[in-house]
């Protein structure tokens, strides 16, 4: 049973055209995680959300945006794409922050190509 | 220099051979995660661990606390075992995860 779920698995979009990825849990975890990951390079955490509460990291562009509607769903938007956030991104649940042993569940990520 | 180092970047064995990956890292944690990630992008949760060592079938991960250092073996490699295999730490400062950059095996049949 899918647990973590990203739509759509490929993405292309244009040049300085908005774009949003979506997210689905069936964990009904707390946490949800955006990570991108460019090629040969390891996953880089954009922000996460511990509930409603939205962390965005210190070096994230404003041009990457984040929605959680509900418990289930977060959407990562971002307003206009560059040639350089082509990149996968990937999604990841826990079912909490902080504990020593919070173990993380990835999605399939979705591949995003600007062109 | 990163705070989670893996070695060797790359690898390549024939099938049946003992794998072994290595991991340091120079910050405190709180736990250490073995991820396996496949050609196409999914990334699956191997083993997290905070001391000692845990099996799951073929795989075999340790964790050396006062060294700073985990490994990662497969024992009876096989093809479909040909993945990214990524070192990632719990930092206990601010819980947040650091990721190593990955190990790329590829088994020959």
């Known amino acids: 049973d899918a647990m973590v779920i990203q739509n759509p698995r490929y993405q292309v979009t244009q040049f300085g055209k908005p774009v949003t990825l979506s997210c689905s849990q069936t964990l009904n975890h707390n946490v949800m995680y955006w990570y991108q990951q460019k090629s040969s390079q390891a996953p880089k955490l954009l922000f996460h959300y511990y509930d409603k509460d939205f962390n965005n990291e210190a070096d994230t562009p404003d041009n990457f945006q984040s929605r959680r509607p509900n418990t289930s769903f977060c959407f990562l938007d971002i307003r206009s794409p560059g040639l350089g956030d082509a990149a996968m991104y990937l999604c990841?649940?826990?079912?909490?922050?902080?504990?020593?042993?919070?173990?993380?569940?990835f999605g399939p990520g979705t591949r995003l190509t600007v062109l | 220099k990163n705070e989670v180092e893996q070695s060797p970047q790359n690898l390549t064995a024939q099938e049946g051979e003992f794998i072994t990956i290595n991991c340091s890292y120079s910050v405190g944690i709180s736990a250490l995660h073995w991820l396996q990630q496949h050609p196409g992008g999914g990334i699956v949760s191997l083993f997290m661990l905070s001391s000692g060592k845990k099996k799951h079938g073929r795989l075999i991960a340790t964790i050396n606390i006062q060294e700073k250092h985990s490994s990662l073996h497969i024992t009876a490699s096989h093809p479909r075992d040909s993945a990214v295999y990524i070192c990632a730490v719990r930092s206990d400062r601010d819980d947040k995860i650091i990721f190593g950059k990955g190990t790329r095996l590829h088994i020959l049949p």
């Open positions: 990841a649940t826990s079912r909490d922050w902080g504990l020593a042993r919070n173990e993380q569940f």
